[in-house]
């Protein structure tokens, strides 16, 4: 395990992407926002938020090179829902590089952990590819917040990520994660982009066994997020609109 | 959504249980230790750990009371590996009392977020069921910075928490739990108490096929901790020693 040059550190992003900034401090770590303002490489999914990222960080420890001055290089990006692809080796040497060389680099998500839920695992695994140190800095998860806030079964659960946008496969799809869930008395957890939560939601109840537990887990650490667990009966008699703010589904029949 | 009192606050825990102490600063946000010195009730797993949690707190943010006049209560143990309880109401109930006339009711886990591979969910249940309001504080999860770490599929996991400690038995979970992996791309994450982590290891690349990627996520959040993936023919060559740091298998077929 002796690392041949710089390390990988995963640094986590806040949860507010699209809506009103919340305070850094009160979503990250002090000791993960010091490690951002020293970082000078990055890899992320968008320089642009990056860079906003950065300045946040930069109001709450100074960054120690100005903005200008970094290297934010951006993942290839994959066909949402696909399948990861095995890593292209150049693509992912070249991104490594610094590290390679003995810096750390930096790889960030839109929001929350890189890699869960997002497509920076391909750079993970050829950071390990590599042998480089992979370090994740501590911060929030949407799935695993959610989880924590549903009181459904925390001690076996699994995320299953988009559900099919068509109709019919959708409901196979979640009859098939509830028969798991009645089954193994596993939590199934499910995103949707925003602007389709309120249709995930319709198709949940419609599917969805009356006794079901369903939790839905809204704006996590945003002002005004909320999240409920009740059974899906009681969901049904007064459905809530969602509207286009991040959201997390969990059920367990 | 309109709560009947008070709210129960889900609060993150460090990772360093039974090492030495982290700085509480590089694994939680300053908000965090805001909310947690401001609480006066709370419900643990041990009292006794929590209150050295909030003198570690106190050092970073005075808490609002002295240590002594909180009132911290315990959680009920469920016997390992069992499957969760139907909350007996009349427990719960007194355990949510001053959030039911108005008063915030702070939840912690041993280590991590409180319910996710934790005894606390019945709680967070209990609550939703008075229809309180639930905030999970953000703050590190052991099995999402190992998922993280990794490299192996986040966009599609699963946590079967403990396996059985029946050698058989385990071995045919074990074969299970790849046999899913490989059919579904879906990565499977594991956990054991720290004393065992070195027969689970043996037991996983004594099981798994050569080529299946195999994560081993040691001491996160720790100093001197580390993680690695590699193909399980790579861990045969050189296993290495875990000892009895918290740990993290995860693995993709």
Redesign the interface.
């Known amino acids: 395990?002796t690392p041949s040059g710089g390390r990988l550190l995963?640094v986590p992003n806040a949860?507010d992407l699209g809506h009103d900034a919340v305070?850094l401090?009160?979503?990250?770590?002090?000791?993960?926002l010091e490690a951002a303002a020293r970082l000078q490489h990055w890899v992320a999914e968008d320089a642009k938020t990056t860079r906003a990222f950065l300045k946040r960080v930069d109001a709450r420890v100074p960054l120690r090179r100005p903005l200008q001055a970094l290297d934010i290089r951006e993942l290839p990006r994959p066909p949402k829902g696909a399948?990861?692809r095995p890593p292209a080796p150049d693509v992912w040497r070249d991104l490594l590089a610094p590290a390679l060389a003995g810096a750390d680099v930096g790889l960030i998500s839109e929001a929350g952990?890189?890699?869960?839920?997002?497509p920076?695992?391909?750079?993970?695994?050829?950071?390990?590819a590599h042998r480089l140190?992979?370090?994740?800095l501590?911060?929030?998860?949407a799935?695993?917040?959610?989880?924590?806030?549903?009181?459904?079964?925390?001690?076996?659960?699994?995320?299953?990520?988009y559900l099919p946008q068509d109709a019919a496969a959708r409901t196979a799809r979640i009859a098939a994660l509830e028969a798991r869930s009645r089954r193994e008395?596993?939590t199934q957890i499910v995103i949707e982009t925003p602007y389709r939560n309120d249709a995930l939601l319709q198709a949940l109840l419609a599917q969805l066994a009356p006794a079901t537990r369903l939790?839905v887990a809204c704006g996590?650490?945003l002002p005004g997020g909320?999240?409920?667990?009740?059974a899906v009966a009681e969901w049904r008699a007064a459905p809530?609109t969602i509207g286009r703010v991040p959201t997390v589904f969990l059920f367990l029949a």
Request: charged share 5%; net charge negative; hydrophobic share 50%.
């Open positions: 395990m995963l949860l305070d401090a009160a979503v990250l770590p002090q000791g993960v399948p990861p952990l890189p890699g869960v839920a997002d920076g695992a391909a750079l993970v695994e050829a950071a390990h140190a992979v370090l994740p501590p911060g929030p998860s799935p695993a917040l959610a989880l924590a806030a549903s009181g459904l079964n925390g001690q076996s659960f699994a995320f299953a990520g008395r596993q939790c996590l650490t909320w999240c409920r667990t009740a809530p």
